[in-house]
């Protein structure tokens, strides 16, 4: 009897960037891997853990650079994996959480290619981990809400930021904001008008990196703070009184500054 191998693609999560965060199942999948599919973000020493033997396809995608089109992605994906080769996404983050990698395993399981996913730590979990700050806490917040500033072109449904910091503010959430540096004006406007304008906020710039770095202000100076310490992108805002006591060491000599 003859056994047909059914052709498979693993979408796997590279963390924010430290290759000691990477998960054992990573590690294992991206050394078996003979086909890699590169993020922009991801380092070398993520790529280290590949066979030499194995083929590296760079395929770039950064807010604000130009990227490599999300259908030559998928496409080249099924095409190596249709060949018989071991494919391996590997994705900035985790690829369910703002990675398109839903979108990634619709395209793939329609033309009958199974997909496996492994999770990797999200840089909103891990920027503020490594500043010894919680995301949820019995007293200050009681959940944690994971967005993205930066919504399809042309999507008809762009975030209500208003309905969205009263909610935070009346449920006690933080708010872990990717790709919304470019937008942090308008950000800060909207949600001024529906949360308090002292409300701690952080912005961490290439989190876990050894260029890693952040600033705490409150959410009235947010976006005169990331003009003023030229923060960019990769970074997440994090907003929510789980940083009212970093805010307090950290922040009230920029307080100060601004008020002089």
Not at 4 to 28: F, M, N, S, Y
Not at 35 to 46: E, R
Not at 105 to 114: K, P, R, T, Y
Not at 202 to 215: F, G
Request: with cysteine; glycine share 10%.
């Amino acid at each position: 009897m003859t056994h047909t191998h059914q052709p498979q693609v693993t979408l796997v999560g590279a963390g924010p960037g430290d290759p000691e965060l990477l998960t054992l199942k990573a590690v294992k999948a991206i050394a078996s891997a003979t086909v890699l599919l590169v993020d922009d973000l991801v380092s070398d020493a993520i790529t280290a853990h590949a066979s030499t033997t194995a083929r590296i396809i760079y395929v770039g995608k950064r807010g604000g650079c130009k990227s490599t089109p999300q259908a030559f992605i998928e496409k080249l994906m099924a095409q190596e994996a249709l060949a018989g080769e071991t494919v391996v996404r590997l994705k900035g983050g985790d690829p369910f959480i703002f990675g398109r990698g839903g979108e990634e395993v619709e395209h793939l399981q329609a033309q009958g290619i199974a997909v496996t996913v492994i999770n990797g730590i999200t840089s909103g979990l891990a920027g503020v981990t490594s500043l010894g700050i919680p995301l949820t806490h019995r007293e200050h917040a009681h959940g944690v809400l994971f967005i993205t500033g930066h919504a399809k072109q042309g999507a008809a449904d762009s975030v209500d930021w208003v309905a969205l910091g009263q909610t935070a503010q009346q449920a006690k959430l933080t708010l872990v904001i990717y790709m919304g540096v470019s937008g942090a004006a308008q950000l800060q406007a909207a949600l001024l008008q529906s949360m308090r304008a002292d409300t701690p906020v952080a912005v961490i710039h290439q989190v876990s990196l050894p260029t890693q770095r952040h600033v705490v202000c409150e959410l009235q100076l947010l976006h005169d703070t990331i003009v003023r310490e030229e923060l960019a992108s990769p970074s997440v805002i994090v907003i929510g009184d789980v940083f009212k006591g970093l805010l307090a060491m950290e922040g009230g000599a920029e307080l100060q500054a601004s008020a002089g």
